[in-house]
């Protein structure tokens, strides 16, 4: 099946969400014929690099759609952002366009589940903020999510028998707060429906903890990396390809 062309959106705004988190509001030409009701599916963003045929790709998740702009987050590491699309968010001014591929499928808690756990870090925290919000008002569970900083709580809508933990870690990718937290906590009775993202290694511990230690099936359970400690976005594709593939032999 022939993937869509790329579209082209324009940079209608943009505001801080918490001191490392930044939306921008993207509208214009690309939104006439995205489809609608996208929040929560994943996009390309894509970047020109001088000298090479290709644009860069760095996967973002739509946070919010409405009928004149779709939202993304982007989570910022230092001064410059911490790479090419954050940088570029950090720099971007209104009228700015960008190409952007997709939308991907959308990678939803499982509602009917007894309790719906979800565990992220920062970069995944839009996937689930836009997870909560479309879970129904009857569901129960909890939400950990790693951040790196107490300043970067934010307020997220949620279910009132869904318990929300923050875990505060200032060195992302290089110690494991967020598994910590997971390992510590008491097992749900019933379906427990785990959705799950974050850095590659600290994603491979979860699913080992969850399926030999918690016994979640694989039915039952949506892990994924979003990125990886000293990696790009390519290497990191590369590795969770090989990653998948060992998973799925084993």
Not at 26 to 31: A, I, P, S
Not at 229 to 237: L, V
Request: hydrophobic letters at 40%; one cysteine or more.
């Amino acid at each position: 099946m022939n993937r869509p062309a790329p579209r082209t959106f324009t940079v209608l705004g943009k505001h801080p969400v918490t001191p490392r988190m930044l939306r921008v509001s993207l509208g214009g030409e690309g939104l006439e014929s995205f489809p609608d009701d996208q929040a929560s599916a994943y996009v390309k963003l894509m970047f020109p690099v001088d000298g090479r045929e290709r644009p860069l790709l760095r996967t973002y998740t739509v946070r919010a759609q409405r009928s004149d702009a779709i939202d993304i987050d982007f989570a910022l590491h230092g001064a410059d952002g911490g790479g090419p699309a954050s940088g570029w968010a950090l720099n971007c001014q209104p009228g700015d366009r960008i190409d952007i591929g997709g939308p991907g499928p959308k990678k939803l808690a499982d509602a009917e589940a007894d309790f719906v756990l979800m565990v992220g870090d920062m970069t995944a925290l839009p996937a689930i903020s836009v997870n909560l919000e479309q879970l129904p008002a009857s569901a129960q569970g909890r939400v950990i999510v790693e951040v790196p900083h107490e300043e970067d709580i934010q307020p997220l809508s949620k279910p009132e028998r869904v318990d929300l933990q923050w875990v505060i870690n200032p060195t992302p990718g290089q110690a494991t707060p967020l598994v910590e937290a997971v390992a510590a906590l008491a097992w749900p009775h019933g379906r427990v429906a785990v959705w799950a993202a974050c850095e590659f290694t600290s994603m491979r511990a979860l699913r080992e903890h969850f399926r030999h230690e918690r016994g979640v099936e694989r039915t039952d359970m949506y892990i994924s990396s979003y990125w990886k400690q000293g990696s790009d976005e390519d290497n990191h594709k590369s590795l969770k390809r090989a990653d998948a593939e060992a998973d799925g032999n084993a």
